[in-house]
């Protein structure tokens, strides 16, 4: 067992953790361990980009009061005030960093438009490939910083917490098989998300939803768990992860049609596909449980397609679709948790010296359905903010926790997820039980499937199917708890409840 003393250990190599790492490393030593390789979560996958204020016809205000709409009035004002003017900076930043930021002729940053975005406000780079630029930009500033250690396919097992504090963590090295015991004055989760745990989702393989089952083990407080987002225009393969379909080209000019060739979304919101995310998602799914099969038509966009959104056109090419000519299936799937563990505006956990940021904290920064294009920028906001926030931590003693006595019982196959059907049964039943529309009586239906998968799982351990089972169960509770619809949480059993296009007069776009 290998013991390692370390100012700040983060958990998780997204935008979150690697923005949280540069800036903590400037006050100390920094372990950045990820179950993965770097750099790894959702953020190479992201499309569309990063919303900042900086086009002319834009400002503070305007973001701010967009991504409050869009969160259907839920979100905490401060942490939305904050996301969006420390993200002007932090963008900045990224730019002197090297970012290949997409031009307009003038040589401008281009903007691009998303859904519920009153102007264009959306930078973007290699077309649709922000996610894997921005990744790679902040990957390899954390490279050059010394006091940066690396910890690839090191998955955490559990918190050390005693009274209240955490005093470091404990973790299986997956590639040598060896337990490792990191002490530390702080250590921060931006483990990212849980997409995983439905049975259709844009989130990579790896998105379990560790962060959460380890802060909830631990025993800190979570929050709004039931708002899921589930994105619109998830390509209809059946694949895992499933391939989206950036809601930029919707932004560009494509349609949404249905069956019968119609354009429906006009009939669901003013704003027709550029309406907030969860309710383009739920006219979807309408068109969907009516029979109809629901496409988007790119040919709006000509043949400039393929030079706009590069990676889209390959995927749906290596998949059989010509584009623009062919109609591109689509269908909702699972991607992004609205809620999480319950932050401050620094990061600060329920629990002394455990830290979260970016899309496994709940600041309040996205309500109850986020504005698109948000995360990026809330990964970069909320990562520099705790990178700075840990130095005020000291060390505090650390006794040996209970859990590093198990520790020589766990190797890879306890981790490892495979063909396991466990898994398989709890991400049908999310998906068909606590998914896009919800009832009392589906809810009530999980929340009982799953107390008795929580006692078929007792005994024989695999880490990850217990992780995902917590989150689920978290998710599944409060989702039957919440007797309304609100935002991304749509519960057919409450269906004129608020939900964000009461919000705003629908003319503004
Ligand atoms: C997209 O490109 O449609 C996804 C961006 C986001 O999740 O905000």
Sequence with gaps: MQHIEVDYVIIGSGAAGLSC??????????????????????????????????GEKDTYE???????YA????????AVEVLVKDGAK???????????????????????REGAHSVPRVISSRGDGSGKALAETLWSEAKSRENILFYEQTFVLELLVSNNECTGLFALDMEKGGALIFYCRSVVLATGGCG???????????????????AYRAGAKLENMEFIQFHPTALKVDENPMFLISEAVRGKGAVLVNGNGERFMERYHAWAELAPRDI??????AELSNGNQVSLDVSPLGKKFAKLFPSIFQACKKRGLSLPEDLVPVVPAAHFIMGGIRTDLNGRTSIKGLYACGEVASTGVHGANRLASNSLLE???????VGGAVACEQFRSNKMHSAVLRAKSFNRKAIDTGDNKFIFALRELMWCKVGLVRSEEGLTDAVEQLKEMERNLLGGQNITAANMLTVACLIARNALARRETLGSHYRSDFSDGKSSDSLRPASNI
């Design 62 to 68: 305007m973001h701010i009061q967009d991504t409050l």
């Design 90 to 112: 932090r963008v900045k930043q990224l730019f002197q960093m090297g970012f290949p930021f997409d031009k307009s002729i003038d040589g401008k940053p281009l903007m691009g």
């Design 196 to 214: 995983q745990i439905f049975a259709h989702t844009t989130n990579n393989i790896n998105c379990t939803g560790d962060g959460f089952a380890l």
């Design 21 to 54: 790492a540069l800036k903590a490393s400037e006050s100390g030593t920094v372990a950045l361990l990820t179950k993965e390789t770097m750099p790894s979560g959702n953020t190479p996958l992201a499309q569309g980009g990063i919303a900042t204020v900086l």
């Design 71 to 78: 969160g259907a009035g839920e979100c905490d004002l401060n």
């Design 379 to 385: 990964g970069l906001v909320f990562g520099h903010r």
């Design 280 to 285: 383009v998602a739920r006219g979807i799914f």
